[in-house]
Nanobody
Framework: QVQLVEFGGRLVQAGGSLRLSCAASGRAFNIGAMGWFRQPPGKDRDFVAAINWSSDNTYYADSVKGRFSISRDNANKMVYLQMDSLKPEDTAVYYC?????????????????WGQGTQVTVSS
């Protein structure tokens, strides 16, 4: 069983920055990639960013390119999401996902495990 725990979400003003963290733990498991998704109130959970666990490959949603940056710490099984120039439309619950298979994932179905989410609220 794999557990994912996200933290770092809070209320921030538009134009500000925030760093989300996600820790993976559990019995022996493989990590092919990790990613971040977000779910605004009343909407679907959408892809934000993903990072390959064995290479430098990353992928971002168009809406966050140039503002968000995903990184990882392999030794501690952590993934981070640095969010800059935040906008009110970035307000959402942010979820961390873990993909066991190799290769990047871009869809919810590409990821096998999920955290409980952390709330990010950007005020105007």
């Amino acid at each position: 069983q794999v557990q994912l725990v996200e933290f770092g979400g809070r209320l921030v003003q538009a134009g500000g920055s925030l760093r989300l963290s996600c820790a993976a733990s559990g019995r022996a498991f493989n990590i092919g990639a990790m990613g971040w998704f977000r779910q605004p109130p009343g909407k679907d959970r959408d892809f934000v960013a993903a990072i390959n666990w064995s290479s430098d490959n990353t992928y971002y949603a168009d809406s966050v390119k140039g503002r968000f940056s995903i990184s990882r710490d392999n030794a501690n099984k952590m993934v981070y999401l640095q969010m800059d120039s935040l906008k009110p439309e970035d307000t959402a619950v942010y979820y961390c996902g873990l993909r066991v298979q190799s290769g990047l994932g871009y869809d919810r179905s590409d990821f096998n495990y999920w955290g409980q989410g952390t709330q990010v609220t950007v005020s105007s």
